[in-house]
């Protein structure tokens, strides 16, 4: 049986970033278009055993605030 996301994407299939490697050489933007490359979907990509989906809402909490309620 495979395991699959909310979002119907077969988890097998996804990326995981442990797996991804940049060379720390290349330009700015020449290792944000290999990392795009390698990991294929940067809002849905495996670490490990865990499904990693990032979803963002147009006037939800910002990742600093929430890091802060989760760190405070």
Do not use: H, W
């Amino acid at each position: 049986m495979k395991e699959t996301t909310s979002m119907n994407t077969d988890t097998v299939s996804l990326v995981d970033i442990r797996d991804v490697s940049v060379d720390k050489n290349l330009t700015r933007e020449e290792r944000v278009a290999e990392f795009v490359r390698q990991i294929k979907n940067p809002y849905c990509f495996r670490c490990g055993r865990f499904t990693v989906r990032a979803q963002f809402a147009e006037n939800g909490a910002t990742l600093e605030d929430c890091l802060k309620r989760i760190l405070i």
